[in-house]
């Protein structure tokens, strides 16, 4: 185990949200045309619980979302892994959003499943925390030697989140 982390040694890190562009093309399609390709269009009926992977952002009571699987760590290896994730068709005309040196709104009222990844994708360390407490274990894991990003899931649920990157 690494000595104890010191905020001065602190990483600086970015978190981004992933590219409209792929699903794009998706919003288009009817709902026999998703559920074609395992994707299924769906309306959030709370304002939790339906976290956007493109604007990093909980959607709206409301809003429109496509719920599809998704290949979120793709390496050649026994880490390769895919699952669920929403994607906001609202998200979908904007940039994907980018967070440096700090969270996503939704994050601190989730708790997290970190994941410190080495540059072949084999995973060198873990961590579960509360969404609050989040930050400086981020630091930390990034400054694992090896580590080259961490993943960050919903460990309730187990969905991928995003990817921290070294900034």
Same mark, same amino acid.
């Given at each position: 185990? %690494?000595?104890?982390?010191?905020?001065?040694?602190?990483?600086?890190? +970015?978190? &981004? /949200?992933?590219?409209?562009?792929?699903?794009?093309?998706?919003?288009?399609?009817?709902?026999?045309? $998703? %559920?074609?390709? =395992?994707?299924?269009?769906? @309306?959030?009926?709370?304002?939790?619980?339906? #976290?956007?992977? +493109?604007? !990093?952002?909980?959607?709206?009571?409301?809003?429109? $979302?496509? !719920?599809?699987?998704?290949?979120?760590?793709? @390496? +050649?290896?026994?880490?390769?892994?895919? /699952?669920?994730?929403? @994607?906001?068709?609202?998200?979908? &005309?904007? #940039?994907?959003?980018?967070? &440096?040196? %700090?969270?996503?709104?939704?994050? #601190?009222?989730?708790?997290?499943?970190?994941?410190?990844?080495?540059?072949?994708?084999?995973?060198?360390?873990?961590?579960? @925390?509360?969404?609050?407490?989040?930050?400086?274990? !981020?630091h930390r894991l990034l400054?694992?030697?090896?580590?080259?990003?961490?993943? +960050?899931? =919903?460990?309730?649920?187990?969905?991928?989140?995003?990817?921290?990157? #070294?900034?």
């Amino acid at each position: 185990m %690494a000595s104890r982390f010191l905020e001065r040694d602190a990483m600086s890190f +970015v978190i &981004r /949200g992933l590219s409209p562009e792929p699903f794009r093309p998706l919003s288009a399609l009817d709902d026999a045309e $998703l %559920a074609a390709r =395992n994707i299924r269009r769906v @309306v959030a009926d709370a304002d939790h619980g339906f #976290p956007c992977r +493109v604007s !990093l952002q909980d959607a709206r009571q409301g809003e429109t $979302l496509l !719920l599809l699987p998704y290949l979120h760590h793709d @390496v +050649v290896g026994p880490y390769r892994a895919s /699952g669920p994730i929403f @994607v906001s068709e609202a998200a979908l &005309r904007t #940039p994907p959003a980018a967070f &440096r040196d %700090a969270l996503p709104p939704s994050f #601190p009222r989730r708790l997290l499943s970190l994941r410190a990844y080495d540059a072949e994708g084999m995973m060198r360390d873990a961590e579960v @925390v509360e969404g609050v407490e989040a930050t400086p274990h !981020l630091h930390r894991l990034l400054a694992l030697p090896g580590v080259a990003y961490l993943h +960050v899931h =919903n460990a309730r649920r187990g969905c991928y989140a995003c990817r921290v990157d #070294p900034a």
